[in-house]
């Protein structure tokens, strides 16, 4: 167990340093014409694997490697305070990624988790496939099927992934599908379709609101077939967990709570930290130079109280993160900490790149000031990697030892 503290230790301050100076010099410059190309930004990624930033070691160090758990939402937070289209291009891989550590033998880790990421000569992306049409909160609903077919020892999938970042592109698709639906959400499974893999294909690309250079498409899986051995966790623990599952249904035992991306959210919340923090010292700088009624308009304190609020709220956010992200590494959460995190991060980003447009007045709203963009790309954190309503939801089952419906 590590101690928790709020100073960083030499290492991680050097990678703060070498992200931010990526995110200045490379991300941020390129902000503008992704968004407006509305592209996966290749050169960019490209860039970031030269330097080993897109790559699995700095991945492994920075998650798997930190018992402090504060690098990586340090690294993030630099890297989308450069543009969070353009970080989720270079770190949407690593929800795969997540997906493969956290569930996956040993043996499917060491080989699968470097895959995600390829060499700097051999760009691969990852893609984690869990939403559908019909099923983006409720995951418990998911029509996908995987059926076992014994003769041959292979899986056998079916069905449309909805909302897939990376989804049709990446090289690594890990999907989430159903192997027995009358056990509903504790009846799923998921499993690691490799590059090249006959049957599945990207369906419609989604035009979206904001994070355009995020690739964002449907999947379709029409008769993948994956060998017995890309069953994430291996069949003996899965056939175990679905004797459980049934026992529990006979017995009415209650089931346990519902398994939730916890682990993955204080992540998530540094990268609305990092827009949040984006937009605030660029509001911060504006307020300090415009001129209205012969002062700069930060004189008035209606703009300088409401960058006092931005500044607080930013950091707010940040400590809830870094909280989330120590707990998540010693001892886990005891109160649904990572749904805090994310949900209070999004939030403030949200309010916070709402009030840069306000503080930069007509000029706020056009594209050729960044806060508009950031404003559109702050709107997701409210909704990927579960909704605000469904982090309420975890808290208030948290925090009550109720059924909250
Ligand atoms: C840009 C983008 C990238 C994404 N990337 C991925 C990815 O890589 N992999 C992946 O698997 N998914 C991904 N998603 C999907 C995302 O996780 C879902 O969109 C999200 O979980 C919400 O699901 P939904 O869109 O079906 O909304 P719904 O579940 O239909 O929700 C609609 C509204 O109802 C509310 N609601 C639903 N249930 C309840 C309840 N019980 N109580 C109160 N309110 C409720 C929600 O909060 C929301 O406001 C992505 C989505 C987007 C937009």
């Known amino acids: 167990m590590s101690e928790f503290s709020l100073s960083l230790n030499e290492e991680q301050q050097q990678i703060q340093k070498w992200v931010h100076d990526f995110a200045e010099s490379v991300v941020r410059p390129a902000a503008a014409e992704w968004d407006e190309k509305e592209e996966f930004p290749w050169p960019i990624v490209e860039e970031a694997a030269k330097i080993g930033l897109y790559s699995f070691d700095f991945f492994a160090q920075a998650s798997l490697g930190d018992p402090t758990g504060l690098t990586l939402p340090v690294a993030l937070e630099e890297l989308f305070w450069g543009d969070a289209g353009i970080g989720l291009a270079i770190f949407g891989s690593g929800l795969a990624a997540a ?55 292979e899986w056998v999938l079916n069905g449309t992934k909805a909302w897939i970042t990376n989804g049709g592109i990446a090289d690594v698709h890990v999907v989430v599908a159903s192997v027995d639906p009358e056990l509903k959400g504790r009846g799923q499974a998921s499993f690691i379709i490799p590059p090249g893999t006959k049957g599945l294909s990207q369906g419609q690309k989604y035009k979206k609101h904001g994070i355009r250079a995020s690739h964002t ?32 249904q006979r017995t009415g035992a209650p089931q346990p709570a519902m398994a939730t991306f916890e682990a993955t959210r204080p992540a998530v919340g540094a990268m609305a930290v990092g827009i949040a923090r984006a937009a605030y010292e660029y509001a911060l700088a504006y307020a300090k130079e415009r001129v209205a009624f012969g002062k700069p308009i930060i004189m008035n304190q209606a703009i300088a109280f409401t960058l006092a609020d931005m500044a607080m709220e930013i950091d707010a956010a940040r400590l809830l993160v870094w909280r989330a992200a120590w707990l998540a590494r010693n001892g886990g959460y005891k109160n649904a900490e990572g749904s805090m995190s994310k ?33 559109r790309d702050a709107k997701i954190y409210d909704i990927f990697e579960g909704t605000e309503q469904i982090q309420q939801l975890v808290i208030s089952r948290a925090i009550s030892g109720l059924r909250i419906e």
């Not at 995951?139 to 020892?153: F, G, H, I, M, N």
């Not at 008769?223 to 175990?240: A, F, S």
């Open 343 to 375: 949900l209070k991060a999004g939030r403030v980003a949200v309010w916070v790149t709402e009030r840069a447009i306000q503080i930069l007045g007509g000029y706020g709203y056009t594209r050729e000031y960044p806060v508009e963009r950031m404003h």
């Open 217 to 248: 498409a449907e999947v379709v899986l029409e008769d993948v077939r994956v060998p017995g051995r890309l069953l994430l966790g291996g069949k003996e623990r899965l056939d175990e967990k679905l004797a459980r599952a049934r026992e529990r």
């Open 99 to 153: 997906a493969i550590a956290g569930t996956g033998t040993p043996e499917q880790v060491m080989e699968w988790v470097p895959q995600c990421f390829g060499t700097a000569d051999k760009i691969q992306l990852g893609a984690f496939c869990v939403s559908e049409p019909d099923a983006g909160s409720d995951v418990s609903s998911l029509k996908t099927r995987a059926v076992y077919d014994e003769a041959k020892d």
